[in-house]
């Protein structure tokens, strides 16, 4: 039984929740979103919650139950407060800048990597080194830092590359001269 499924969503206020068979629409002040319900499961607005249930105890359907909750609560934060991520850049010569709808980043490689900004998604650069991810949809916002981070993810004897604000590196010693 799905303990996340059962729990209620509460509506912020200024949030509009709109059921259309299938479909799920939520607007609020920063934008709206919409969600394609799978079989079987249903959202139902009641006075100042949203409920999802399920129409049977089939295993797929058990599965799917916690997993929508989750998507039509993180649309409604999304829309009424939104979404951010924050990456920093360590190392010498490291640096990132946006030019127009991309993200210039210069990580110690022969050419410029230029990462293109999807719609939706805003990008700020702080002192070249830190940069601020931010947007409605919870999935973008994270799938966005994930790829630039990839392009040099932090190294264990330095600590070079791209992190998240706060992530932990776990540092290695270097090679010593045996005697």
């Given amino acids: 039984m799905s303990r996340v499924g059962l729990k209620p969503i509460p509506l912020p206020d200024k949030v ?4 259309d068979g299938t479909q799920v629409s939520v607007e609020g002040p920063k934008g709206s979103l919409a969600l394609q319900l799978p ?22 359907q058990r599965s ?12 409604m934060t999304g829309v009424s407060q939104g979404f951010f991520k924050e990456l920093e850049i360590q ?7 946006v030019k127009g709808k991309e993200l210039d980043l210069s990580l110690g490689r022969s050419h410029e990597i230029l990462h293109p900004i999807p719609d ?20 973008c916002v994270g799938q966005f830092a994930a790829e630039v981070r990839s392009y040099h993810p932090p190294e264990p004897y330095k600590g070079k590359g791209v992190r998240y604000v706060g992530e932990y590196v776990r540092r290695k010693e270097g090679k010593t001269v045996g005697a």
């Fill in 64 to 75: 799917l139950h916690g997993t929508v909750r989750s998507l039509v609560a993180n649309m």
């Fill in 16 to 19: 509009a929740v709109k059921v």
């Fill in 39 to 60: 079989d079987g499961i249903t959202v139902e607005p009641e006075e100042d919650q949203i409920v999802v249930r399920r129409s049977s105890e089939l295993r797929r």
């Fill in 120 to 139: 939706g998604i805003t990008v700020t650069v702080t002192n070249n080194t830190k940069i601020r991810v931010e947007g409605i949809d919870k999935q």
């Fill in 91 to 97: 190392g010498v010569g490291f640096r990132a800048v």
